[in-house]
């Protein structure tokens, strides 16, 4: 059996580094490493496949949700919305402009944050939310859409982990995830559904005017070269990445299919053991498997990362502690620290197993079995 990985970028490579590798010594040849025609190419091909109508390549998934809020005007106390249940960079960005993170719970089956938590940590001075599509599947955005118009507030959403996703209003009309708010951010962190081979991160927009201003941010705020209009930032994606992503792109839907059979492959296999929960799909949302999180009773959820790994079995714990508990956002978020009861557990519950693109049948027979072999 091949040897068992979270994720598998040498295999991944090895089945495209023909065509890799010519496009990136092409790269080297041009010598155009800053602005050449891949980056252009690429930000086409990106805006082609999501469906929206400008896509502002940057210099990774943090940056791009740094650029997103520095281009809607917001003042230090404003209060932002987000998940305390999320990689910190959603919330550290906040932090980070001097805003003030307002940590919200999830939803115990979707890992998603959902209308209905957003609402009631709604005060006069929320601005803007930042729901995260966790693990690749949408949060239930219909009605924060709704509930966000009424209010005026802007939405901002982490795509880092579902691009390609693929949600459904009531109306049956589908669009994919990071274009569903009026700014959509997303990483190409080397890891991510679509990644580079480096950091590298894109941020979208239907708004036309929106997205001039959020590519003037992430070039120095810059309207012509030496003509500076706002306090930006240098954020940039290089060509060398732009033309890996440029091929990656065309195999990422190839790429979500072997994700969701190997999802599909656990959770047949999964199911019939009592103490194993596997993950909820939701009805209204495509998931496209950034991770494969079950959730475990949580005094054995340590105990079963120990017995897999002495199997050779890789696992994560995504994420292990809340993000209002951080250390760095205890003074600064305004959360009523007990009122986040479903991430709490979550912390203590969840555990993510190998999924990729490389992943055969003989590495999934074998994980599920050892996880039987756990719980028997
Ligand atoms: C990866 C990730 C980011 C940050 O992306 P980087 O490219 O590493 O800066 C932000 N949010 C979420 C949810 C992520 O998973």
Not at 32 to 37: D, H, S, V
Not at 97 to 108: C, E, F, R
Request: overall charge negative; hydrophobic content about 40%; proline content about 5%.
């Amino acid at each position: 059996m091949i040897p068992i990985q979270m994720v598998d970028l040498k295999g991944q490579y090895k089945a495209i580094k023909e065509e890799i590798n010519a496009a990136v010594l092409d790269c080297i040849e041009s010598a155009a490493f800053i602005n050449g025609p891949q980056v252009k190419s690429f930000k086409n091909n990106l805006e082609r496949y999501l469906g929206v109508s400008s896509v502002i390549p940057c210099a990774n998934g943090t940056d791009a949700l740094q650029i997103a809020l520095m281009a809607l005007g917001l003042k230090p106390g404003d209060e932002v919305i987000v998940p305390a249940f999320t990689y910190v960079a959603t919330a550290e960005v906040i932090g980070l402009l001097g805003l003030t993170p307002v940590m919200v719970d999830v939803d115990i089956d979707t890992f998603n944050t959902t209308a209905e938590l957003i609402e009631a940590a709604i005060t006069d001075k929320t601005r803007a939310i930042v729901p995260v599509h966790l693990f690749g599947q949408s949060v239930d955005m219909e009605p924060i859409i709704h509930l966000c118009e009424k209010q005026n507030i802007f939405i901002i959403e982490d795509n880092a982990q579902a691009i390609g996703s693929d949600y459904r209003f009531s109306d049956g009309k589908t669009q994919k995830t990071g274009t569903l708010g009026h700014i959509g951010c997303t990483s190409f962190y080397p890891s991510k559904n679509l990644g580079a081979y480096g950091d590298g991160g894109a941020i979208f927009t239907n708004d036309t005017a929106l997205g001039k201003q959020l590519h003037m941010i992430s070039s120095h705020g810059q309207s012509k070269r030496y003509y500076h209009d706002y306090i930006g930032v240098n954020s940039r994606l290089d060509s060398i990445q732009a033309a890996i992503l440029d091929i990656k792109l065309s195999k990422l839907d190839e790429y979500i299919r072997a994700r969701q059979f190997v999802a599909h492959y656990y959770d047949n296999n999964l199911v019939n053991i009592p103490a194993v929960k596997t993950p909820v799909c939701q009805h209204n949302s495509t998931h496209v498997y950034h991770q494969y999180t079950i959730k475990v009773p949580s005094d054995k959820r340590n105990k079963l990362q120990d017995f897999l790994k002495t199997k050779g079995i890789p696992s994560m714990i995504y994420y292990p502690v809340p993000l209002n508990e951080q250390k760095a956002f205890k003074h600064i978020t305004k959360t009523n620290h007990s009122k986040l009861p479903v991430t709490k557990a979550l912390c203590n519950t969840v555990i993510s197993l190998p999924i990729h693109t490389e992943m055969d049948e003989e590495q999934l027979e074998y994980i599920c079995k050892s996880i039987m072999t756990f719980f028997n």
